[in-house]
């Protein structure tokens, strides 16, 4: 391609064109920030720092913790998915929203719950005279991160079950094959899109975890390096330690391309797409409950019932109703256009990349993930130095916090998108295109709706991520900003469990009110063919 | 739809841009590393009488920020938990001299630069949990804990937590390197488990993961009094197993820890700045920090509650120590990193 039609594409697909250069802009200021910051550092205290025994353990460690995190959602979330989409489970939309919220509970909230619990003084020691091992290291951080992160992997395979043809798998039932074989064979390859984007975010949630690891002391690299922020007082070394993180993300999203090249799973025949029967499961149904309820009360009602626990715990000094308020709105004023802001985003990178895949686009796409890689605190530093040197009426205000969250969530919501993208059929726009809609309007009248769905599961992604977001907040906010999660951070931190409660419960309250919103709207949303699934 | 959906979208980035842009002038803007849940009482109380707004963060998190800000920073004091963070700040030269007038109100610990004020103190102790251990079988010296092989696996400590690392470098410099190296060595050897800061310890302490945990003397007492202490305090029920072991007077293992605040090179408010750290001597502010943060205060004949140690009785607990010299760091971390506890 020639320069000059180069950028007569730019010109014609601005709508395309401006969102990419913000996403990719936005991801790259914090790397230059910190190549800018490491080549500072003096190289022979770097080399003694990065070359020696811990390193090497640090990133063993967190490899294993990756790995672990990933069979463990898996594990939890595509019998959930399953359940939720394939069977005629009476109360399959509550156990949807149970597989969303556990998003609703701060890591750190849910380590210290499974603390609270396990233990000679735990809970379960108390109540049921059970005394197992007080969680920590390897096990425990696994089990907090497992589940906490694994409605990623759940609303990605919903949503593919979801778009899912099933004529394939009528015609290979037709062909003699049996359930289990047809799942194992034609169903599964068909989630690998929405297993990789899923476990892609359940891998750099865990690389990026500080609160559950730093609780349950588990050495990992993003601990390492926020000790050596805390530590040290040092920008420079601990920049050169966001570097290795970055390198680490940098591998683990070439895995994952090399994954996803070449699939593509749109239908193409003529005729209308068909959705799935459901399954009746019949006695089987028990189990169905038996394990979501299991998941369930691990993921949602441990936390819940512990912060109720805390809130029963402080005295009848009542709640602080203005505080309270004052505090959920600045989080819902932040987190709300974030999301938004950040779906907009994914919308055409994700575009790009399904649709006019090259290698450029590859990259582009891959860009958004090192904005949610890079260690929050690195990319608060770098927006700090960027917007006083360039825009500096915009420091300390919610816009910038808002772009802010947008561009370092921005991960979260490409991965729906693109799923709903690799079901929408691109011979629907071409066919709007030759029936004279310019292509803005093609995609807009076609394509827009099929991947509204996963919109929506981007923007609550993005929505749940923002309301406990922590070190972009304790920087970027305006002044005198204060938000659920720092209110609670704060008060947990010092042990005023009491306090920190109503808090973490409005978190969590809110969270679920807006999933249940989205859900709803998913409803309305859904296509007229499947509205009888509904 | 979508249009009007963008055009929304739009409008608020907007609005919120233009709404919140700019620092008023005549606000006074505290970088505090001290937490909310600690101080913010007393700051609604100060913002009664002045135009306070307050940026928290850790001690780490804001001294970066003010490095990124450079000369175009808002923040006209910084209020930190840690000397070690206050003397950063003085080496990176971003705060002012202050009067004397104000330095002599908190002489005690009172840096030669006069870049920062003392405001309270805190004390290292070996917390002990209550059903499992009996004081009396607790060393004399910090230095013998390492002998006490019954604790193999049941110590807690928290090597990247800042007060403790301010701990190993009043050690290395007042006993030595090598003591330093060999008592790290071998608490190593003991298996200890490290925490990320001091609250989790306190509650494993508690939960009887650990028998005894390096700490410091007020996350005790806020875990084992709780809400408790603000009743009669004659009559005090613990509400946890947990209790706090001195060692022996001047042993380093009681060493005291300064909070501080100074007022920085970038601020238009310099005066109303000084008048925030007086604030921060005064009766009000000081009889805040003892008796609802339980830290001793540094005005000298202020009382602290019936159930803390006097002043000066905890004070001649505490070794003699240059405080300026916990800014050396770079040693301590070189050395906790040596020993594998880094």
């Given at each position: 391609m020639t320069g000059a039609r180069v950028l007569d594409t730019i010109r014609d697909r601005w709508y395309v064109a401006i969102p990419v250069a913000v996403a990719v802009g936005g991801v790259l200021i914090p790397l230059v920030y910190l190549l800018l910051r490491a080549f500072q550092a003096d190289p022979a205290t770097l080399w003694d720092l990065v070359v020696r025994g811990r390193t090497l353990r640090l990133l063993g460690n967190t490899v294993g913790l990756t790995v672990g995190v990933l069979v463990g959602t898996s594990v939890l979330a595509l019998p959930l998915a399953w359940l939720t989409t394939r069977t005629a489970l009476p109360g399959r939309r509550l156990l949807t929203l149970l597989g969303v919220?556990?998003?609703?509970?701060p890591g750190y909230v849910m380590a210290y719950a499974l603390m609270a619990t396990t233990g000679e003084y735990g809970t379960l020691a108390q109540t049921l005279g059970l005394v197992v091992p007080r969680l920590s290291g390897y096990v425990g951080a696994w089990m907090a991160l497992s589940l906490s992160t694994f409605p990623y992997l759940f609303l990605n395979l919903r949503t593919a079950f979801l778009g899912l043809d099933s004529s394939l798998e009528e015609s290979a039932q037709a062909l003699g094959r049996g359930r289990w074989r047809v799942f194992v064979q034609v169903v599964l390859p068909q989630l690998r899109p929405a297993f990789l984007s899923g476990g892609l975010l359940v891998a750099l949630h865990v690389l990026g975890d500080f609160g559950v690891v730093s609780l349950m002391r588990y050495d990992t690299f993003s601990y390492a390096l926020y000790i050596q922020y805390a530590a040290s007082y040092d920008r420079i070394y601990a920049a050169c330690l966001a570097l290795m993180l970055l390198v680490l993300t940098g591998a683990i999203l070439l895995l994952e391309a090399r994954l996803l090249k070449g699939l593509l799973f749109h239908r193409t025949e003529s005729g209308a797409g068909r959705t799935a029967a459901q399954y009746r499961l019949g006695p089987w149904r028990w189990a169905g409950y038996a394990f979501a309820a299991g998941v369930a009360g691990l993921s949602v009602l441990l936390p819940a019932g512990t912060v109720g626990y805390w809130m029963a715990d402080s005295t009848a000094s009542g709640l602080p109703w203005a505080s309270l308020g004052a505090a959920l709105w600045d989080s819902v004023s932040a987190s709300a256009p974030a999301a938004v802001l950040a779906a907009l985003l994914a919308l055409p990178v994700a575009y790009l990349g399904v649709r006019h895949p090259s290698n450029w686009t590859r990259v582009v796409e891959r860009v958004a993930y090192l904005g949610y890689a890079t260690p929050p605190l690195a990319f608060a530093l770098a927006l700090i130095v960027f917007s006083l040197g360039a825009?500096?009426?915009?420091?300390?205000?919610l816009g910038l916090l808002v772009m802010a969250y947008a561009l370092h969530f921005m991960a979260e919501a490409v991965g729906p998108v693109r799923s709903a993208l690799y079901q929408a059929p691109p011979h629907l726009e071409e066919a709007a295109r030759s029936l004279g809609r310019s292509p803005l309007g093609a995609f807009v009248s076609v394509t827009f709706p099929l991947v509204r769905r996963g919109l929506l599961v981007s923007m609550a992604f993005v929505f749940l991520s923002a309301m406990k977001e922590l070190p972009l907040t304790f920087l970027?906010?305006?002044?005198g900003f204060e938000t659920l999660a720092l209110n609670t951070w704060s008060y947990a931190e010092e042990a005023m469990f009491g306090q920190a409660a109503p808090y973490a419960l409005t978190i969590m309250f809110v969270s679920a009110l807006f999933v249940g919103v989205l859900l709803l709207r998913e409803r309305a949303t859904e296509h007229p063919a499947s509205a009888e699934r509904a | 739809m979508t249009r009007l959906f963008s055009l929304s979208l739009i409008a608020t980035l907007v609005l919120s841009l233009l709404g919140c842009g700019g620092e008023q002038q005549d606000e006074l803007v505290i970088y505090s590393g001290r937490s909310k849940a600690l101080v913010d009482p007393l700051l609604e109380q100060y913002e009664g009488e002045v135009n306070v707004e307050v940026r928290y963060g850790s001690d780490a998190e804001l001294l970066a920020a003010l490095q990124e800000e450079g000369d175009q920073s808002p923040a006209d004091v910084f209020w930190a938990n840690t000397t070690g963070a206050l003397g950063n700040a003085v080496n990176n030269d971003l705060l002012t001299e202050l009067p004397d007038e104000l330095m002599e109100q908190s002489a005690?610990?009172?840096?030669?630069?006069?870049r920062w004020l003392p405001v309270t103190t805190r004390f290292r102790v070996l917390a002990y949990n209550s059903d499992t251990v009996r004081p009396e079988d607790l060393p004399d010296s910090v230095l013998d804990l390492p002998e006490h092989e019954e604790f193999e696996g049941r110590i807690g400590w928290t090597p990247a937590y800042s007060s403790f690392q301010d701990f190993v470098t009043a050690l290395r410099v007042t006993e030595g390197e090598e003591t330093a190296r060999t008592w790290l060595t071998d608490m190593q050897a003991l298996n200890p488990n490290s925490y990320s800061s001091n609250t989790p310890m306190i509650q494993a302490l508690d939960a009887g993961e650990i028998d005894v945990g390096l700490t410091n003397h007020y996350y005790v007492l806020r875990l084992r009094y709780g809400d408790a202490k603000v009743d009669d305090e004659g009559s005090i029920d613990p509400e946890a197993s947990v209790a706090t072991h001195p060692f022996q007077e001047e042993d380093i293992g009681n060493l005291a820890l300064v909070t501080g605040a100074g007022v920085l090179q970038?601020?238009?408010?310099s005066e109303a700045a000084r008048e925030f750290l007086r604030f921060l001597m005064s009766d009000e502010a000081q009889s805040f920090a003892a008796e609802t943060l339980n830290e001793y205060p540094l005005r000298p004949g202020a009382e602290v509650p019936e159930?803390?140690?006097?002043v000066d009785e905890a004070l001649a607990l505490s070794p003699d120590f240059d405080f300026e010299r916990l800014q050396e760091m770079d040693p301590t971390l070189d050395l906790l990193r040596d020993v594998g506890a880094l």
């Open positions: 919220l556990p998003l609703a509970v825009v500096p009426f915009a420091y300390q205000t970027l906010a305006p002044i | 005690r610990f009172a840096p030669t630069n006069q970038t601020s238009d408010q159930y803390m140690m006097p």
